[in-house]
T-cell receptor, first 117, second 109 residues
Framework: DGGITQSPKYLFRKEGQNVTLSCEQNLNHDAMYWYRQDPGQGLRLIYY???????QKGDIAEGYSVSREKKESFPLTVTSAQKNPTAFYLC????????????????FGQGTRLTVV | RKEVEQDPGPFNVPEGATVAFNCTYS??????FFWYRQDCRKEPKLLMS???SGNEDGRFTAQLNRASQYISLLIRDSKLSDSATYLCVVMEYGNKLVFGAGTILRVKS
């Protein structure tokens, strides 16, 4: 079945450690996204990528890094510079339609809950 | 000013009620518009896309006013199962997908 897979579902990190969250999609979508959601809050955009080997910062990129070496993969690293990383992280993908065209819906993975211990 | 703004609610309504949610967006170059539904501790799922001419899907009606940069969602004959957070979503130029903070709906029997 086509979809987006995030792993792990739960992740515990010690203070000062870097951790990498996995996001893989087999929908052949060009665009991929990472969001952070805190309890009772909306989704805030961390990074997004329109195409392989290209990505842009979202609204809260500080303390995070990404790569897009393959179309189907968009891993997110939460670095030790992120002071408050405990949150629900969601990855999404959508079709890239270029300038002026309507975009299709975004599909989400089931999320990773990161906790700093 | 936030890129996408919604009334956070909560909206507490009885079963069978009609409820309307509103959303405004700041980027006039935005290209696509959606309503998503998110249940507690789950990922968001598409409820419906929003088209300029307005569109309906069963009990749900979405409207878009590009001149006013305003999006709405109307839910008729509310069911208990409609209780969730409703997210207004805007695709800006360059495929930047921006979410509103969400509106909480609680339908009570």
């Amino acid at each position: 079945d086509g979809g987006i897979t995030q792993s792990p579902k739960y992740l515990f990190r010690k203070e000062g450690q870097n951790v990498t969250l996995s996001c893989e999609q087999n929908l052949n979508h060009d665009a991929m996204y990472w969001y952070r959601q805190d309890p009772g809050q909306g989704l805030r955009l961390i990074y997004y990528s329109q195409i392989v080997n290209d990505f842009q910062k979202g609204d809260i990129a500080e303390g995070y890094s990404v790569s897009r070496e393959k179309k189907e993969s968009f891993p997110l690293t939460v670095t030790s510079a992120q002071k408050n990383p405990t949150a629900f992280y969601l990855c999404a993908s959508s079709d890239y339609t270029g300038t002026g065209g309507p975009s299709t819906e975004a599909f989400f993975g089931q999320g990773t809950r990161l906790t700093v211990v | 000013r936030k890129e996408v703004e919604q009334d956070p609610g909560p909206f507490n309504v009885p079963e069978g009620a009609t409820v309307a949610f509103n959303c405004t967006y700041s980027n006039s170059a935005s290209q696509s518009f959606f309503w998503y539904r998110q249940d507690c501790r789950k990922e968001p799922k598409l409820l419906m896309s929003v088209y300029s001419s307005g569109n309906e899907d069963g009990r749900f009606t979405a409207q878009l006013n590009r001149a006013s940069q305003y999006i709405s969602l109307l839910i008729r004959d509310s069911k208990l199962s409609d209780s969730a957070t409703y997210l207004c979503v805007v695709m800006e130029y360059g495929n930047k997908l921006v979410f509103g903070a969400g509106t909480i709906l609680r339908v009570k029997s």
